[in-house]
């Protein structure tokens, strides 16, 4: 049993570079250098073992993503840092319940769209009010990604994604600006692909009706 | 195919390619759906837009330290994988325990039971009763599993046979007396040396027969013994016709 139990703790390192001082000590856990990439199911096991290594590796590459999905949930980029690190947080507390029924990405995306559910929920900020680009202009947004960034349409896009339903605001964000598919956001938000294509329609047609009347109004200011 | 106006968010709901030419057709002649159309593609690029990156180099040392403060997941999970181990080892154990304890206890009951004697059953006598066929004590069961038809068929199969055998033998130590009351005359007048040896050594096997049959009313069913009584008896028999040869002689 003892032999057990300190063949699990005592499990090899990520990459050859990690130090580990006193393997009880977690802040002795640093890279010497950046460790060599896992697999994804590499990945898991060394996360479900609590490796912070693991963690920074999952941190680098699906924060990104997790950032701007939160960015685009929460509205402004505080809300969805904090987002996306109470989604960290879950991610360290539910990986003994993963048990790999979806891709591990999908599941870590599936907790940062909840996470932010929750703290919309709770009321942290009230973000339905607050115009994005306000709070973003607040923060360093590296727009070099966005080339139309300040295209009229995008900002105006934004704004009407704000009042779209939840349910169909989701599904526009991760289909059309995430680049996820169907299948995947099933999964994400575990309803049917058909249920997804059906919210995205939607959501196209609500945006579509939003933009039709915005347009008009403009063209009747314009003399 | 014919496409009308009204077909326009049918259409862009199925996603149906052919359906989306006759659209696109149809939208060629009509400024409405030209219109959405466009619009519906708008949205497709403008959205791919609204993804954004920001540096944010704060972000994974706040989140290392939150889950540095965090109870380590694989201790939680290993302490419940021990405990879910040691409490299966422990139900091991307990089983091989109690395995072992029901062997012994069934062992210990097997052996008292075999060498518990079997409480007497009386039989009672088919003949009036005589020394030999006086009611006694039945010979212990030696496979005491039985059910209670099966051990009083087997008790009333053993009580046939030893009946024959008490009378056959009944027969044959009757042939013997008459035997010994031919002889009687000339061993009580003992006249020569031989015949007080061969009456003294009527004595001893009378003596043995006493005490063999003594045995054999505390076990009637002791065929051992009633072998030891039937060579006596064989003895007597040769004994008393040597007797009654040396008469004639």
């Known amino acids: 049993m003892t032999a057990l139990f300190v063949e699990n703790v005592w499990s090899p390192p990520l990459a050859t570079e990690m130090r580990v001082e006193n393997p009880h000590d977690r802040s002795a856990l640093t890279p010497a250098s950046a460790p060599a990439p896992l697999p994804e199911a590499g990945l898991v096991e060394a996360c479900r073992r609590g490796r912070l290594d693991a963690f920074e590796q999952l941190f680098h590459l699906h924060g990104p993503k997790m950032k701007s999905i939160a960015l685009n949930l929460m509205g402004n980029p505080h809300d969805a840092e904090d987002a996306v690190q109470e989604a960290f947080l879950k991610v360290y507390r539910g990986l003994a319940g993963f048990q790999g029924q979806s891709a591990f990405s999908t599941w870590v995306y599936r907790i940062v769209v909840n996470a932010c559910y929750d703290m919309r929920r709770r009321g942290l900020r009230q973000v339905d009010t607050v115009e994005p680009q306000a709070e973003a202009e607040e923060h360093p947004l590296d727009r070099a990604s966005a080339p139309a960034a300040n295209h009229p349409l995008r900002l105006a896009l934004e704004k009407s994604v704000t009042q779209l339903s939840e349910a169909q605001r989701v599904v526009f964000l991760l289909y059309e600006v995430e680049g996820f598919s169907h299948a995947e956001i099933g999964a994400m938000l575990q309803i049917s692909e058909g249920a997804s294509k059906n919210r995205l329609f939607e959501a196209k047609r609500e945006l579509r009706r939003l933009l039709t009347a915005e347009r008009g109004t403009a063209r009747k200011a314009t003399p | 195919m014919n496409v009308s106006c009204k077909d326009l968010d049918r259409i862009l709901e199925r996603q149906d390619a052919a359906e989306l030419a006759a659209l696109e057709a149809h939208a060629a002649a009509c400024d409405g759906c030209r219109e959405q159309l466009a619009l519906e593609r708008e949205i497709s690029a403008a959205a791919r837009g609204m993804q954004r990156s920001w540096e944010s180099p704060e972000l994974w040392p706040r989140i290392r330290q939150r889950l540095a403060a965090e109870p380590r997941p694989s201790e939680s999970r290993w302490s419940f994988s021990r405990i879910f181990e040691a409490w299966t080892l422990n139900w091991q154990v ?53 059910t209670p038809e099966q051990e009083r068929e087997r008790r009333l199969l053993t009580e046939v046979a030893l009946g024959e055998v008490e009378r056959a033998e009944t027969n044959y130590i009757r042939s013997i007396e008459r035997l010994s009351k031919l002889a009687a005359p000339k061993l009580q007048s003992a006249d020569s040396p031989l015949l007080a040896n061969y009456r003294e050594k009527l004595l001893v096997l009378d003596s043995a027969i006493a005490e063999c049959r003594a045995q054999l009313d505390q076990n009637r069913f002791n065929a051992h013994l009633r072998r030891e009584l039937l060579v006596i008896y064989q003895m007597k028999q040769a004994t008393l016709t040597e007797v009654l040869q040396e008469e004639v002689r």
């Open chain 2, 94 to 146: 307990a089983a091989a325990t109690a395995a072992l304890a029901m062997i012994v206890v069934a062992g210990t009951w097997f052996v008292l039971m075999n060498n518990q004697p079997e409480p007497p059953v009386i039989v009672e006598p088919k003949q009036p009763p005589t020394k030999e066929t006086a009611p006694t004590e039945v010979a212990k069961d030696p496979e005491p599993t039985r």
